[in-house]
């Protein structure tokens, strides 16, 4: 790190605390915050799913018990949560609620659908109401531990499902825009599945985990190749039998599986295939305790996978991230402070991780927390006392600072794992850095003027 002694300035920022010397970035300065109201549904809400909507809106899919166990969706609007369309509007009850977008913004959400058999159904809202897409109940049989998510590559709708009907295998079928047909071949697993998890690639390859019976209910992951289901290394991979999957694939195409791992307690367990087999990221059993109801992705900043989980060893929601050496606890573990089920863990278009659970802090409803730190926010324009531009930034990081008589001070930036990686003298009311050099992520700048720090936060591409 370079120190540079520029002549001194004065200046004042829009939020501000005091806080004695220039040590680097506590952890006590970060939060879990609630996303407007906790507990914002009207009574108990099982298989929450949270997506983003254009521009990051957030909505959160749940089975509605005040509805008649059916499924409803809300949105954020200001600091209120909303119901889009009409509470309930599935015909029966639903299990395995999954919510996604389409490439135009449009929600979708596929279920359980107890109302037509317990087979597999997806809808959309279009913009008035809740309407089916293709026919409701389309698989053949019952389904269980569904897992929706739209396809980059052809902009259509994927469900995986595991196939009650036909030995508990797993299958995964698409809309081709009038009806739903089988990727691949139907039934496709060797045996009997569960903890079925897809996930698809940027490239629009589709990818399906699952604990598979004729391996002591290991996990296996396949693939599809364009013309059918392949495996991806061996099957039954993990060390002990695996619980709760949650498949993720990285920008590059890189998968990554979480789970909880038999072998270690079911404490957490990360791995990916590194093109020949699959291997841990980081120590295997990494959790306090065992885990339930486990959410994998990938930061867009840094690319590092974080992963959710209900911690029984601290009775809450925890969230975790590779830091490409450890697992180290995103804010504090257990924030949930009570039970967490069904978390579901993305992250909005600043990087920041967001995540919606069954809340029993809350009467088992829903909410929805997103980790910040406790200053402002990152999308904030030239012309407060304290801003930077642009944001995010590539090259070269402009930051303005407003002028106070007979004050002076430092600034510092500071990368979020609190190593300093600039610092100078207070001189001038604007400063230009270069930042090419710096690796993505989120970063910190702070400005201490007696004993006062002052805060902003950008994102380098």
């Known amino acids: ?71 409803s969706v809300m949105k954020l609007e200001g600091n209120s949560w909303v ?43 279009d913009g008035t109401n809740w309407v089916n897409v293709g026919e409701a109940g389309f698989s053949p049989g019952e389904v269980e531990n569904i897992s929706f998510a739209f396809n980059p590559a052809d902009s259509m709708p994927y469900l995986a499902y595991v196939d009650k009907l036909n030995g508990f295998k797993a299958s995964v079928m698409k809309f081709d825009g009038s009806q739903w047909v089988y990727v691949g071949n139907a039934c496709f697993s060797a045996g009997t599945t569960a903890f079925i998890t897809m996930a698809i ?26 013309t059918g289901w392949a495996y991806v290394g061996t099957q039954g991979f993990t ?23 038999q072998a270690y307690g ?21 959790s306090a305790g065992t885990t339930d109801y486990l959410s994998l992705a990938i930061s867009p900043v840094d690319a590092m996978p974080c992963l959710a989980y209900m911690d029984l060893g601290y009775v809450g929601a925890t969230v975790m991230r590779f830091d490409g050496s450890n697992w180290a606890p995103v804010g504090n573990e257990g924030f949930s402070l009570r039970s967490a089920w069904h978390t579901s863990l993305v992250f909005n278009p600043s990087g920041q991780p967001c995540l919606a659970f ?35 930034v590539s090259t070269s990081l402009q930051i303005e600072l407003k002028t106070i ?38 970063y910190f700048i702070r400005a201490i003027v007696n004993k006062s720090v002052y805060m902003r936060k950008f994102i380098k591409n």
């Open 1 to 71: 790190m370079n120190r540079f002694i520029l002549p001194c300035i004065f200046f004042i920022a829009t939020m501000a605390f005091s806080q004695p010397g220039k040590g680097p970035l506590n952890p006590a300065d970060y939060t879990w915050k609630y996303v407007g109201n906790p507990g914002f549904t009207a009574g108990k809400a099982y298989y929450t799913s949270l997506g983003l909507g254009p521009g990051g809106q957030p909505y959160v899919a749940f089975e509605d018990v005040a509805s008649g166990s059916r499924v």
């Open 266 to 286: 079911y404490r957490a367990a990360v791995m990916t295939f590194n093109g020949t087999s699959w291997v841990n990221v980081g120590e295997p059993g990494f």
């Open 201 to 226: 690639s940027a490239a629009g390859q589709p990818y399906v985990g699952f604990s598979e019976d004729a391996y002591d209910m290991r996990a296996t992951v396949m693939k599809y190749d364009g």
């Open 239 to 261: 060390g002990g039998s695996a619980m709760y999957l949650t498949l993720a694939v990285s920008q590059s195409g890189q998968p990554y599986l979480g789970y909880g791992d």
């Open 358 to 392: 069954t809340d029993w802090m809350h009467d088992g409803k829903a909410s929805v927390m997103i980790y910040d730190s406790l200053y402002t926010g990152i999308g904030e324009q030239p012309g407060s006392e304290l801003s930077n531009y642009p944001n995010p």
């Open 83 to 125: 119901t889009v369309g009409n509470a309930g509007f599935s015909p029966g009850t639903v299990r395995y609620t999954d919510l996604d977008f389409s490439l135009s913004g449009e929600p979708y959400v596929g279920y359980k659908d107890f109302g037509n058999g317990g087979k597999a159904t997806v809808m959309k809202f």
């Open 405 to 442: 008589p007979g004050t002076s001070g430092d600034i510092d930036i500071t990368s979020m794992t609190g190593v300093k990686i600039f610092e100078a003298e207070i001189c001038r009311d604007k400063i230009n850095i270069d930042v090419s050099n710096y690796p993505p992520g989120i």
